[in-house]
């Protein structure tokens, strides 16, 4: 496959080699494609992981585990008020 890049980017891949621990061109798309699929897994387990807690959470709802959103905010409310006068 023929590509053209961007002047920016050859000269990226080419500090790259300079810097060393590359060989060639091919070598630094290597590397940046190995880091993308590594960032792409680390996000779907980031989105299983929040899945499974929102999961937990709703069960825990279905067995009348939650707390009402309205005490919360108002516990939380007070909470800044008591730290802002503490300040």
């Excluded at 630094?28 to 897994?41: S, Y």
């Excluded at 067995?63 to 409310?77: A, N, S």
């Amino acid at each position: 496959m023929g590509m053209t890049l961007r002047p920016e980017t050859e000269k990226r891949i080419r500090d790259r080699m300079q810097a060393g621990g590359y060989a060639s061109p091919d070598e630094v798309v290597q590397e940046g494609l190995r880091l993308l699929d590594d960032r792409d897994r680390m996000k779907r387990a980031d989105l299983d992981e929040v899945r499974r807690r929102i999961a937990t959470g709703l069960e825990q709802l279905d067995r009348g585990e939650g707390i009402d959103g309205e005490k919360v905010f108002e516990e939380l409310l007070t909470d800044l008020e008591q730290d802002g006068e503490a300040a």
